[in-house]
C-alpha cells in the first residue's frame, strides 16, 4: 500500500520536481504576483493539489514589485515573479535577477511566446483592441491602424488608460516597433486627442455609455463583462487592428524564478505546472478570458484564435518601461 508521503513524491516526480515531499510542503514558495489575483488563486490550488508545495501569493502591480526586486536584490524573499506584462520582467532580467528557466519548461510554449534569453516564459497573452460603441461607429468609420488615432479628426472620440501597465507595455510594443520619434510624435497627438480614465475597465464603460467612441484596452475586458452581465458592454463591440500593426500587439504575461530563491526547484516545479497542461487548462475553463501560451493547448473558444490575430512579431525582453516612461512624461501622459 502507498503511503500519503509516496503518493505525494510520486505526483511531484511526475512533473520532474526531486525534492522531500514533507520538506517542500513545510517551506514552500513565495510567489510575487502582478496577474489577476483569481487566475494566479486558481494556479496556486491547482499546483498544490498536484504536488503538495505550498504556494504563498503576495499581490501587487507589475511596475510596483519589478522595482521591488530590484531594490531587494539577492535579498529578496520571493521564490517567482508573475506579471500580467512584458516590460516589468524585462526590468527584472536587465537587472540580473532572475534565474535561467529550466528547458523543459520552455520547451513547453512557443519561442514566440517568450524572451530570447530564456530567462523567464510566458504563461499567457492578451491581445490589443480598439473596443468602440456600435451605436456610434460603423465597420468602415474604424481606425485603419493604432497610428491614425493620433489624427486630429480623432480628437476627443477615444480614451486610454495611460496610468497602467497595460496601455504602457502597448507603448512599449510602438517603441520596439516604431522607433523613439514615431512614438514620440503618437503620445503627443494622444494626448491631443484622447479621454483619459483609470483602467481599462473604466474605458470600456465610458465607450458602453458613448461618452467616448472608443478606446485602446485588452480584449479580455469584453469577454468577462459579457460573461456576467453585460452592463458595461452591451453596446460594445471590439475591433482587431491585425496585418501586423502596432495596435495588434500581443501582451505576453511573464512568469520567471529568481536566482535568489531559497527553493528554486519548487519554485521552477511551479512555472512548469503554470505552463504546462494543468495551469493552461486553467486559462482555457477559468474566468479569466486570457489567451493560453503552452503548445498543444486551447483558448477559451469564444477568444479569436491567436494565430488570425497578425500580430506584429516583438522580443518581449527588450520592452522598455523606463524609456516609455519618460516619453509618455514628455508629452504630459503621466
Given at each position: 500500500m502507498?503511503?500519503?508521503?509516496?503518493?505525494?513524491?510520486?505526483?511531484?516526480?511526475a512533473i520532474g520536481l526531486i525534492v522531500a515531499p514533507a520538506m517542500a510542503q513545510e517551506d514552500g514558495i513565495i510567489v510575487y504576483n502582478a496577474q489577476h489575483e483569481s487566475l494566479a488563486k486558481e494556479w496556486a490550488e491547482g499546483?498544490?493539489?498536484a504536488t503538495g508545495?505550498?504556494?504563498?501569493?503576495?499581490?501587487g502591480g507589475d511596475s510596483d514589485f519589478s522595482n521591488q526586486i530590484v531594490a531587494e536584490?539577492?535579498?529578496s524573499p520571493a521564490d517567482v515573479f508573475l506579471t500580467e506584462n512584458s516590460p516589468a520582467m524585462a526590468l527584472v532580467e536587465a537587472s540580473g535577477l532572475f534565474a535561467p528557466v529550466d528547458a523543459d519548461t520552455l520547451a513547453q510554449v512557443p519561442q514566440e511566446y517568450q524572451p530570447t534569453t530564456g530567462k523567464w516564459v510566458g504563461i499567457a497573452a492578451r491581445s490589443t483592441v480598439f473596443a468602440y460603441n456600435k451605436t456610434k461607429l460603423n465597420a468602415d468609420q474604424l481606425p485603419k491602424s493604432l497610428l491614425d488615432l493620433a489624427d486630429p479628426s480623432w480628437k476627443g472620440r477615444w480614451a486610454a488608460s495611460p496610468s497602467g501597465a497595460d496601455f504602457q507595455a502597448i507603448v512599449s510594443a510602438?517603441?520596439?516597433?516604431?522607433?523613439?520619434?514615431a512614438?514620440?510624435?503618437w503620445l503627443k497627438g494622444m494626448k491631443e486627442n484622447f479621454t483619459a480614465y483609470k483602467g481599462n475597465g473604466t474605458v470600456m464603460k465610458a465607450v458602453n455609455a458613448g461618452e467616448v467612441e472608443g478606446g485602446v484596452i485588452y480584449h479580455y475586458y469584453y469577454f468577462g463583462d459579457q460573461a456576467k452581465t453585460g452592463e458595461n458592454s452591451g453596446n460594445v463591440e471590439l475591433h482587431y487592428f491585425k496585418n501586423q500593426d502596432p495596435g495588434a500587439f500581443v501582451s505576453i504575461s511573464g512568469g520567471g524564478v529568481?536566482?535568489?530563491?531559497?527553493q528554486p526547484k519548487e519554485a521552477q516545479a511551479f512555472l512548469k505546472w503554470v505552463t504546462g497542461k494543468g495551469g493552461q487548462e486553467v486559462l482555457k475553463t477559468g474566468a479569466s478570458y486570457e489567451y493560453v501560451v503552452g503548445k498543444g493547448a486551447e483558448s477559451n473558444p469564444k477568444l479569436v484564435p491567436l494565430a488570425d490575430l497578425q500580430a506584429p512579431k516583438v522580443d518581449p525582453a527588450t520592452l522598455n518601461s523606463k524609456k516609455v516612461t519618460d516619453l509618455m512624461t514628455a508629452a504630459g501622459l503621466l
Open positions: 502507498k503511503t500519503a508521503l509516496s503518493t505525494l513524491a510520486g505526483a511531484a516526480l499546483f498544490t493539489k508545495i505550498k504556494v504563498t501569493l503576495r499581490n536584490g539577492a535579498a510602438l517603441l520596439q516597433l516604431k522607433g523613439e520619434p512614438t514620440a510624435d529568481l536566482a535568489s530563491s531559497k
